[in-house]
């Protein structure tokens, strides 16, 4: 019996299909209780099911957004894809609910934080000290440091007093 060599093997004739899954497919496996590694049929099976699951949602939704005259899928046309399935369709819901939650948080987050970094007093007025006597004498810009830090803690123990005041006017 002789090897013909110009038939091609049945390994040439398949493509390498790009697995874009295969970690997160293993890592869920793993957190459901498989282990660490799972057999590469069943990831491979799962991964097949996710792409197709995926590629049906994207062309219907596709299919949705031209039917409205637009090109570009929004966000909005994806209950429409899910309209038949409940669960999915509520998961959905509720992840753009937490979505719009978080960046809420977020905004306000955010302007509270600047509103409290403009409330804050600068603490020591020494740098504009520097910066006017940085070329000059390093006793004259000695001195004014100490006068600017001396300033700076008669006003915040002013600041502390009238809250000792304050703080008495509540009790009665």
């Known amino acids: 019996m002789s090897y013909n060599s110009n038939v ?3 390994n040439n004739k398949r493509r390498r299909k790009q697995r874009i899954f295969t970690k997160d497919i293993e890592l869920l496996l793993y957190s459901l209780g498989d ?3 799972g057999l590469e049929s069943t990831v491979n099976a799962l991964e097949e099911v996710l792409i197709e699951f995926l590629t049906d949602l994207c062309h219907n939704t596709s299919q949705y957004a031209r039917a409205h005259g637009r090109n570009k ?3 909005e046309d994806f209950p429409f894809s899910l309209r038949n399935d409940p669960l999915k ?3 959905m819901e509720y992840i753009i609910k937490q979505s719009q939650r978080i960046e809420k ?3 306000q987050y955010n302007e509270k934080y600047i509103m409290t970094q403009a409330d804050v007093k600068p603490e020591k007025e020494v740098s504009a000290t520097k910066k006017k006597y940085n070329s000059g004498n390093s006793k004259k810009r000695k001195k004014a440091e100490a006068e ?4 700076a803690e008669a006003e915040a123990e002013h600041d502390d007093d009238d809250e000792d005041e304050d703080d008495g006017d509540d009790s009665n």
Do not use: G, H
């Open 8 to 10: 091609p093997s049945v």
């Open 105 to 107: 948080a977020k905004k």
């Open 89 to 91: 369709l509520a998961r």
């Open 35 to 37: 282990s660490s590694y």
């Open 148 to 151: 600017a830090e001396a300033e």
């Open 73 to 75: 899928v929004k966000i």
